[in-house]
């Protein structure tokens, strides 16, 4: 029998653990970093993706023609000069590369564009199109816009169109101004009828700044059509999609990758920049996107 069996014998309590808030502090810490960090990644962390696409009637000879396409950059640099970004694409080597509005959110960003202009139009032939953030600003932005641009190589199609010619072959590229644009501009179905008066039985390629026309667009009749705007719903989400629009709905469509309406096929870039829903920069699991997409010519 021990001491502490006796009767009358004292009773040891039992050891209290020592707390340690230096190492809740430290975990604490960790975690807010190691979070902040994981999110600046999710706004800033760019991402290349490539995509194939087999768009009805494209012509043998623009089968593998590969197209850069940049939206909603949002006055956003991508390094020094926008080197980063540059660097990104000069490495794909793309036959078009195309800017799908919202270049800028500010007049004042218009000291970017220049450097970024001259970079894409060095790589390839480089087309721009207006979003609403541009028109946001006035026309008197525009045209300062879209002169910088041409003065530094690059094609701003206002509801216009040019023909591209690869391997024999001819396609139509055209573009429209946002809707925010000017109120008796030519709409996007006066500018079909008019391709189609001029280049009938062409493959049409739209660049179209707004994601959610895109039921308009293949009503009249265009092929293929590149769109940004949609930000990718902001949030993604697995099966799911994109969660948030940027018109401030839920579960929009059409935010990021291919859809089909009828004959036509639309593209949408998941953007480059951000966007002010709900607040500045944020994005989950959608990071910025470098869209490279690839045309294929059906067999």
Same mark, same amino acid.
């Given at each position: ?5 006796? $009767? ?18 430290? !975990?604490?810490?960790? =975690? ?9 990644? %999710? ?9 194939? +696409? ?24 991508? @390094? ?28 004042? /960003?218009? /000291? ?6 001259? *970079?894409? +139009? ?13 028109? *946001?600003? !006035?026309?008197? &932005? ?6 910088? =641009? &041409?003065?530094? !190589? ?5 509801? $216009? ?19 925010? @644009? ?15 008066? +001029? ?5 049409? =390629? ?8 895109? *039921? %308009?667009?293949?009503?009249? @009749? ?16 697995? #099966?799911? @999609? ?36 709900? #607040? ?16 294929? +010519?059906?067999?």
């Amino acid at each position: 029998m021990t001491a502490t069996d006796r $009767e009358g014998a004292p009773h040891r309590r039992p050891r209290e653990k020592r707390r340690h808030p230096l190492r809740w502090l430290a !975990g604490l810490v960790v =975690l807010v970093v190691g979070g902040t960090a994981w999110f600046h990644w %999710q706004c800033w962390g760019l991402q290349t993706t490539e995509t194939e +696409a087999a768009p009805d009637r494209l012509p043998e000879g623009f089968d593998g023609y590969k197209i850069v396409h940049l939206s909603d950059l949002h006055g956003h640099e991508y @390094g020094e000069g926008s080197a980063e970004l540059l660097r990104l694409v000069a490495e794909q080597e793309p036959d078009l590369i195309v800017v799908t509005g919202d270049l800028i959110d500010q007049e004042s /960003q218009l /000291q970017m564009v220049p450097a970024l202009a001259r *970079g894409l +139009a060095a790589v390839a032939p480089t087309y721009y199109v207006t979003g609403n953030h541009e028109w *946001g600003l !006035g026309t008197g &932005a525009v045209k300062k816009l879209k002169g910088v =641009l &041409a003065q530094c !190589g690059v094609t701003a199609l206002s509801n $216009e169109y040019e023909i591209l010619e690869r391997n024999g072959a001819q396609i139509v590229l055209a573009g429209v101004d946002d809707p925010n @644009g000017y109120a008796d501009q030519k709409t996007p179905e006066e500018l079909r009828a008019q391709i189609g008066n +001029a280049a009938p039985g062409l493959f049409t =390629l739209l660049l179209a700044h707004r994601n959610d026309r895109f *039921g %308009q667009y293949a009503a009249a @009749g265009y092929d293929f059509v590149l769109s940004g705007h949609g930000h990718g719903g902001i949030v993604r989400l697995p #099966f799911v @999609g994109g969660v948030a629009g940027t018109d401030r709905t839920f579960f929009p469509d059409w935010t990021a990758g291919l859809y089909t309406v009828g004959n036509s096929t639309l593209f949408v870039s998941r953007g480059l920049g951000n966007n002010t829903v709900p #607040f500045k920069g944020f994005r989950i699991f959608n990071r910025p996107e470098l869209a490279v997409l690839t045309l294929k +010519a059906e067999d």
